[in-house]
Nanobody, 118 residues
Framework: QVQLVESGGGLVQPGGSLRLSCAASRNILRITNMGWYRQAPGKQRELVAT????????NYADSVKGRFTIANDNPKNTVYLQMNSLQPEDTAVYYC???????????WGQGTQVTVSS
């Protein structure tokens, strides 16, 4: 059973930075996309950023463009999220996702709490 292990969450003041990491416990074959999603209290889970493994094409939610950067290390089945200029509205549980094809399967991390508060 593959597990995604996340790290890097915590409490940070507005304007601060955090770097999230997510690594698979075993090698995953035929990965097509890696990404980060978040869920704030009382809200639905939303996409934060994704990256394709073939072309490293990235996609960001409008609310994080210019502040967050997603990156991956394909051989290590690891994805990162650098978060700068954090604001209170970024407070949420952040989940990493890895999608593989043939067959299509989504893997999810357990979630890591990010709290932005003074």
């Amino acid at each position: 059973q593959v597990q995604l292990v996340e790290s890097g969450g915590g409490l940070v003041q507005p304007g601060g930075s955090l770097r999230l990491s997510c690594a698979a416990s075993r090698n995953i074959l035929r990965i097509t996309n890696m990404g980060w999603y978040r869920q704030a209290p009382g809200k639905q889970r939303e996409l934060v950023a994704t990256i394709t493994t073939t072309s490293s094409s990235t996609n960001y939610a409008d609310s994080v463009k210019g502040r967050f950067t997603i990156a991956n290390d394909n051989p290590k089945n690891t994805v990162y999220l650098q978060m700068n200029s954090l604001q209170p509205e970024d407070t949420a549980v952040y989940y990493c996702n890895i999608r593989a094809d043939f067959p299509t399967k989504d893997y999810w991390g357990q979630g890591t709490q990010v709290t932005v508060s003074s």
